[in-house]
Nanobody, 126 residues
Framework: QVELEESGGGSVQTGGSLRLSCSASRDTFNSNSMAWFRQFPGKEREGVAAITRLSGKTYYVDSVKGRFTISRDNTKNTIYLQMNSLKPEDTAMYYC???????????????????YGQGTQVTVSS
């Protein structure tokens, strides 16, 4: 069974919007938090946003604050990333992450999660 599966990526123009979805298995969805990461060519994966399971507390990297919103639907075992006012510098492969490692450090640490999806490409043209 696939633990995490992303969808919703695509190509948009500057200023456009996309909503990414990450469908999780039930056990994976029950992890303490889930997150979105992105990876630019030749660069390390970076944390974009995270959401906790119990309180729904959210975290964002500064570059997306006010533009992106992470949310979760507990009835569908799915998290979302609503991306508005997209910029060319948002172009990247976006990954869903789950199963944070205890004492794994910051929510944005790519080494802090055990499970990643296959990714979905987001391309923003100017």
């Amino acid at each position: 069974q696939v633990e995490l599966e992303e969808s919703g990526g695509g190509s948009v123009q500057t200023g456009g919007s996309l909503r990414l979805s990450c469908s999780a298995s039930r056990d994976t969805f029950n992890s303490n938090s889930m997150a979105w990461f992105r990876q630019f060519p030749g660069k390390e994966r970076e944390g974009v946003a995270a959401i906790t399971r119990l309180s729904g507390k959210t975290y964002y990297v500064d570059s997306v604050k006010g533009r992106f919103t992470i949310s979760r639907d507990n009835t569908k075992n799915t998290i979302y990333l609503q991306m508005n006012s997209l910029k060319p510098e948002d172009t990247a492969m976006y990954y869903c992450a789950a199963n944070p490692i205890p004492h794994g450090g910051s929510w944005a640490s790519p080494l802090g999660y055990l499970t990643y999806g296959q990714g979905t490409q987001v391309t923003v043209s100017s």
